[in-house]
Each structure stands twice: as C-alpha cells, then as structure tokens.
C-alpha cells in the first residue's frame, strides 16, 4: 500500500536484474540491454605506468559499465603519464574530442588512478563511480567487535577502534569524512562519532536504553537511530553532534535500522509490530508510518540506494538469509544473493551493492550479476557501509 506513495518521491527506476553469476566464475561486466560504453585504455606513460595501467583497468572493470577494445577507434579513449606518483589523464570521446585532462596529485598513485577511474565513469555515464570510495564494516579478527575500514576493492584497510568492547552498527558519512557507530565501552550501548581525518573521537549520544543503528541524513546534518530511553525502541532524528533528537515513531513494537530517502524527506525503517520484522515508511519529520509490500514475511537490514529507485534488504529464504532488492517502479523484488547473505549496503553509483557472507564481504552488480570477493580473513564480518 506504501510504494505508490514513497515512489513519488524517489526517482523512477526501468531497470532489472541480470541473472546471477556465481563467485568462482569470471564477472561478464556489461549492462543489461546494451553492449555496454566501448573503451580503450592506452599504456600509460612514465615510471609508474604499468602499475597505473593496471590500476585503471582493474577499477573500469569493477565499475560495470564498459566493454574494452584495443583500437581506440570509435570508442572512448583513455590515456596519459605518470611521474612518480602524480598521474596525468586523459578522456578522448569516440570522435577524438577531448573530455578532459586533469592532473592528480593526491600524494599516492592509488588514490589518483581511483579518482581519474571515478571521472572516466562520470563523464561517460553521468553517474557517480566507486572507486574512491571506502567501506567500514565489523570484524572479529582481533577477538571483539571492532571496526575496520577499507577501500572498495578490500585494499588499504585498517582498524579503527581498539576499545576491547564491542563496536557495532557502523555508518559513514557520504563524503566519507565520520563514521558512527554503536561502542559499549561504557558497558551500555552508546553512539560514538569517529573523525576520519584527524582520528578524534567523541561520545555523541549516551541516553539511557538502547542507541543504535545510526544513519546519516544524505547531507551529512542528521543521524537517524533507534533510541528507547522513552521505553520500548522508536526511530529518532538529531543533528549531526547527536543533539536534538526528534520522536519520529510511537508504537509498542520495535522499531530499528532507518535508512533514509535520498531527498531526506522520508526514512525507511524495520519494525515487529505486526509480528515479523517488516519495512515501513515513514516521513523524516514524523508522521504515520505505511507498510512496504515488498513480498516477503521476515524483511530486515534495509539499505535505499542514492538514486531512490531500488530498496535492498535481507529477508529468509530457503532456511537461511538472503539479499533482495525491491524496484519501486515495478514494485518487485528479487533474490540477488542467497545462502546466507546478508547486511546488504548500496555503493554511490546505485548499481553495486555489498554484502557478507561466510565471513567474507562481497560486492555484486545488481545489473549483470558479477560478484566479487572484496575482503576476508577478518573474522566474522558483519554491518558494511559504504561511501557516498
């Protein structure tokens, strides 16, 4: 009864789901429908230019959206040099006219290939890449729940907290700057807000009760969360510092994991008050809530991608979790990943979702299927979130 109404303020979806490939075999990266963008990726030039090549072929393969020729000739064209770790590139369109030519001097060759990847997808497609993106999800390799942060593709990563507590329900800020996150250091559970750039970290919100499930507002100035020091679980809005808060549900039932809508207007949230675990929908101010009829009976862990047009979540089927996506527009949902997987988390470009699974987190696109290990060896792995 609810998805006419929340649809119309998301942004209309026409696509689908391409049938799955399984893990163990090589991804075909193309786009349902099409043949995909055709591209060539000259040999980059300089002392860092093998390392780079590889680098960007790696990050446009990931990304989905080409198929890759050797002639630049009536294809996309991408080319430039290194020196060191400065890299210069290039993007010629079909018809040889230069896109654009910009340098990268972000200090590691990396993170300067990543982000000419992200301009590449931008230009061609108009959509935001992920190569630059990060990830913060929950391990246990050091014994307790602690966070971890990592690259999109599992490279780069760190531990964040080392509170010998635990740490959960990790989320991160669109631009990737904070992240916060449920620490029981106190022995309660409490939201603690971590600076990613100078490593502070403070104690954002300590009411008595649960406080957890935090998720900030698309602009970074809200945090939704679920909040019972008023009695039983409710969603709850504050600012940015944890101040604020704003009731947004009244009811009996439990009421957890918001996530919100891409115009912060409305927030999507889990909720047992008809029994099982469902989503409903309710606008970011307060309000009613409405029921989703996403077509399961168990729905938990839902994650709105940033265009608004699909809704992941993780419901039971066949006797353990499993991922599915719900497309507003033609109000369907479908399994994208079974066998237990779960904690599904949407990437910037709206076509990449990541999940865990066996201790593993994985990264899958929604539209050709191809799934890919991002990281492992971390214990249990649980709760990613991703970049904006």
Not at 114 to 131: L, R, Y
Not at 217 to 245: H, Q, R, W
Not at 321 to 346: K, M
Request: hydrophobic share 35%.
């Amino acid at each position: 009864m609810a998805a006419p109404k929340l649809a119309l303020a998301l942004l209309p979806a026409a696509l689908l789901i391409a049938p799955l490939t399984t893990s163990g075999q090589a991804p075909e990266i193309t786009i349902k429908g099409s043949r995909g963008f055709p591209l060539a990726i000259k040999k980059l030039d300089g002392d860092s230019g093998p390392q780079a090549t590889q680098l960007l072929q790696a990050d446009l393969t990931a990304a989905g959206y080409f198929r890759f020729r050797n002639s630049p000739e009536s294809s996309f064209a991408a080319e430039g040099s290194t020196s060191g770790n400065t890299l210069t590139g290039r993007l010629l369109s079909p018809d040889g006219k230069e896109l654009f030519k910009r340098t990268y001097d972000r200090g590691q060759l990396v993170r300067n290939v990543h982000q000419f990847a992200d301009d590449i997808v931008f230009a061609v497609t108009g959509k935001p890449g992920i190569a630059t993106s990060q990830i913060v999800f929950v391990g246990t390799k050091s014994g307790t729940k602690e966070l971890f942060l990592c690259d999109y593709d599992g490279n780069n990563s760190r531990q964040l907290t080392r509170d010998r507590a635990i740490s959960a329900a990790p989320a991160i800020n669109a631009n990737g700057s904070q992240v916060a996150y449920t620490g029981y250091q106190s022995g309660y559970p409490d939201v603690y807000l971590i600076d990613l750039v100078s490593g502070a970290r403070s104690r954002i919100i300590n009411s008595p009760g649960t406080n957890s499930g935090a998720a900030f507002s698309p602009d970074g100035n809200k945090i939704a969360l679920s909040m019972s020091f008023a009695g039983n679980p409710e969603i709850y809005v504050t600012n940015s510092k944890g101040k604020s808060a704003r009731q947004i549900t009244k009811h009996p039932a439990v009421d957890s994991s918001p996530t919100w809508s891409p115009d912060g207007r409305h927030i999507i949230f889990v909720s047992d008050r008809t029994g099982n675990p469902q989503l409903y929908s309710v606008s970011s101010s307060g309000g009613q809530p409405q029921r989703l009829g996403v077509g399961y009976g168990f729905c938990t862990e839902p994650s709105l991608s940033p265009d608004g047009q699909r809704l992941a979540f993780t419901v039971r089927s066949g006797g353990s979790n499993a991922v599915a996506v719900y497309h507003f527009q033609t109000r369907n949902s479908q399994i994208i990943a079974s066998g237990g997987a779960e904690d599904p988390a949407w990437g910037a470009d709206s076509k990449h979702l990541v999940y865990t699974k066996n201790n593993t987190l994985y990264m899958i696109d929604v539209e050709t299927g191809a799934t890919n290990r991002v990281i492992s060896g971390m214990g249990r792995i649980s709760e990613p979130n991703w970049t904006r």
